[in-house]
């Protein structure tokens, strides 16, 4: 299988946890009979939903904003890239204001470790024969190595979250809880994930 299939596959994958995410964390509006029986509760309806829909896509990009590049420049060292002209890369792309002030370079750098953690991740997937994302995590990982990757990610997203709440002197705490409740769900999620992938080699 081409290396360009294989980052299909895993990009896919991450998607589909994304949206799973989406799904979990936002509280996605409801509909009642009586906003059918009432017009105007059923247009606050749909403003509801379209807002759900944006802060949806929102959400997802924002997930998956480090995953795409850390993806990226795992199929470039794949495809024979050197190590360093992939970090110099990702450094561009990511420091988009080299004179920004001290927080946003926090920013910058919490979001570089997380992408360096996920590019050799990809680059194990990648580097696998397997064709479904399942046994490229088998082939590439032991069970309790899997899941101190899995310890190591949720830390690293956690510093770029924190970071990203030090730009805002008194945060949201709605806000803050839409974290806390991003953090639980995907730590649950990934590691039922992970009981799932490996199940099998215990069968």
Not at 185 to 203: G, H, M, P, V, Y
Request: glycine fraction near 2%; hydrophobic fraction near 40%; charge should be negative.
């Amino acid at each position: 299988m081409e290396s360009s299939e294989k980052q299909e596959i895993v990009a896919l994958h991450e998607r589909r946890f994304a949206g799973e995410l989406t799904e979990a964390v936002l509280e996605k509006p409801e509909l009642s009979v009586w906003m059918i029986l009432i017009p105007f509760l059923f247009i606050v309806f749909i403003q509801r939903q379209q807002k759900f829909k944006q802060l949806g896509e929102t959400f997802q990009r924002g997930f998956m904003y480090t995953k795409n590049h850390a993806l990226e420049a795992a199929a470039r060292l794949v495809a024979g890239a050197s190590a360093q002209t992939v970090e110099e890369e990702l450094a561009q792309k990511v420091r988009k204001n080299p004179d920004a002030d001290a927080p946003l370079q926090q920013i910058y750098q919490a979001q570089l470790n997380e992408i360096t953690l996920l590019t050799e991740h990809y680059r194990r997937l990648l580097s696998t024969q397997a064709a479904e994302y399942a046994v490229m995590v088998r082939e590439a990982y032991r069970p309790e190595e899997f899941q101190q990757f899995l310890v190591e990610l949720a830390q690293r997203e956690h510093l770029v979250n924190e970071a990203a709440a030090s730009l805002n002197s008194a945060p949201d705490m709605t806000w803050r809880d839409v974290i806390k409740k991003l953090e639980e769900e995907t730590i649950l999620r990934r590691k039922k994930e992970a009981d799932q992938i490996f199940s099998c080699n215990r069968e």
